[in-house]
């Protein structure tokens, strides 16, 4: 079972939230992951990054996968809600479907300056986290090298986000739209 | 670079809290995660689990690498700070480090009964996470086959509590003691 009949199959629609949670982001499947890491890989590869940075918690699984197949160490920034007093590269980020906010944190001495960072996430919506992410790179003074996410929701607008920044945005698969309570996916 | 060695090298102290976020809860080392992985594995292999469970962020790791190499699953139950209404399997647990409660929550549709569950996760201390892992696959109507761990702080008293409760322990390194701000490892 690859990504996409996994998607097709399992995945459920809850309003505008699709859940991904058989396979992808609460109980993660062998297979589907695989499949996924080796595509986020081979996009990452020509781009030569140096470390993955991801965002805990989900997207741990994709970028664990891939950065094994690159043989590259992976970096996961960590989410606080309430103030913070850790020596850190920190972003706040404001979640419309938690309905809170949270603040990425990297710690200044896992990210050096001039390292090539891929960026891995398992959704693109809005890309807030994903902005965040490349913010606190730049901020050290890394390269990002690209960004690259198991879904994408293509009317959430965070691919034209991070093109405004100059960051080139990967997808395994696009959610087109929902369409009565069905997922489509682009081709 | 083997985990013995980055613990040894790499590792911090402060106070009672030994840091290994360079290479293992923040930054993740590809060498020393793969053999962790691999050493957890060949633990669990015997055991026959159908699935692995830990829980988010840190325990993603090791639990990925290993699920990896057995080809299995893996479940990773979410931590909820506030009033929960999900329908799933919870616990709730109390954090001396963090000094917060939390709950950790598995979703019902992702564990069914009968299933043969591996727990794994990055440290082992007073055993409260991995004491609510177990409750949570035992109400669900799963059997534990034993529960693997990246470090474990042998003082703690976590080994005792899991084998009161049938279930057996494996730790890649155990920290036998902190003395003058150094880790000291069991041989």
């Keep these: 079972m690859n990504l996409r009949e ?33 595509q986020i890989a081979a996009w990452m590869e020509d781009r030569q990054p140096d470390v993955l940075l991801t965002a805990e918690a989900s997207g741990l699984p994709p970028t664990a996968a891939a950065a094994r197949i690159l043989g590259l160490p992976y970096i996961y920034a960590k989410k606080y809600v309430g103030p913070g007093e850790r020596y850190s590269f920190a972003r706040e980020i404001s979640s419309p479907t938690k309905g809170i906010e949270y603040r990425v944190e990297v710690a200044r001495h896992v990210l050096t300056p001039t390292m090539r960072v891929g960026i891995v996430d398992d ?30 929701k293509a009317a959430a607008g965070g691919r034209a986000l991070l093109t405004q920044r100059n960051v080139d945005v990967f997808a395994v698969e696009t959610i087109e739209r929902i369409e009565n309570g069905i997922v489509v996916l682009a081709d």
């Design 123 to 152: 959704f693109l919506a809005g890309g807030r986290t994903a902005a965040a992410l490349v913010d606190i790179a730049e901020e050290a003074g890394c390269t990002v090298i690209g960004s690259a996410f198991v879904i994408e």
């Design 6 to 38: 996994a998607i097709l199959t399992h995945a459920t629609v809850d309003g505008d939230i699709v859940k991904v949670d058989g396979f992808l982001n609460h109980r993660v499947d062998p297979v589907v992951i695989e499949g996924v890491g080796a």
